[in-house]
Nanobody
Framework: QLRLVESGGGSVQPGGSLRLSCAAS????????IGWFRQAPGKEREGVAC????????EYADSVKGRFTISRDNVANTMYLQMDSLKPEDIGDYYC??????????????????WGQGSQVTVSS
């Protein structure tokens, strides 16, 4: 069975850090475009960070550049989103995704092929 399983969400104070993990089973992440998306309450889903290109180029939403880092561990078959200097506006449900077609835009928020179950992130004092 092909699936993505997320872990690592939670609640932190502003300025804190969280790391989201997303373990793949049934397929090899290194052969897929990968991405992290989030949906804040009352807002549309947005692409946060992606590695969509076959050369491994990382893309970030302007709102998270310099604070979030996407990475992939090919041995563990797991992708990560390290989130530092978290702000209240970073709250939302975070979803990992993978797609067999490199080049799928990070702004394409619904057509990615495989999705994790979602992880809630809360930032408040």
């Amino acid at each position: 069975q092909l699936r993505l399983v997320e872990s690592g969400g939670g609640s932190v104070q502003p300025g804190g850090s969280l790391r989201l993990s997303c373990a793949a089973s049934g397929f090899s992440l290194k052969l897929y475009a990968i991405g992290w998306f989030r949906q804040a309450p009352g807002k549309e889903r947005e692409g946060v960070a992606c590695i969509s290109s076959s050369d491994g180029t990382k893309e970030y939403a302007d709102s998270v550049k310099g604070r979030f880092t996407i990475s992939r561990d090919n041995v563990a078959n797991t992708m990560y989103l390290q989130m530092d200097s978290l702000k209240p506006e970073d709250i939302g449900d975070y979803y990992c995704a993978a797609d067999p077609v490199f080049g799928i835009p990070c702004t394409d928020t619904y057509d990615w092929h495989y999705w994790g179950q979602g992880s809630q992130v809360t930032v408040s004092s």
